[in-house]
């Protein structure tokens, strides 16, 4: 028998390919296999929004 939290688990989670993902990534998987990037592209990538991360950054650049 199947304890609570594995089925909350289980609920909330698929896998693609073996890899462990949140359902809404499994239901548009075939999407993002799909996509081809354009040369034209850009891409975007900023630092995490989350203040513990935030400190976690500002002190490993103290010790250089």
Request: net charge negative; proline share 3%.
């Amino acid at each position: 028998m199947m304890d609570s939290s594995k089925r909350d688990y289980f609920e909330y989670f698929g896998r693609v390919h073996g890899i462990l993902m949140y359902k809404d990534f499994v239901k548009y998987w075939d999407d993002v296999e799909a996509f081809e990037a354009r040369p034209d592209d850009i891409v975007i990538a900023t630092y995490p929004k989350s203040e513990s991360m935030s400190a976690q950054y500002q002190s490993s650049e103290e010790e250089t």
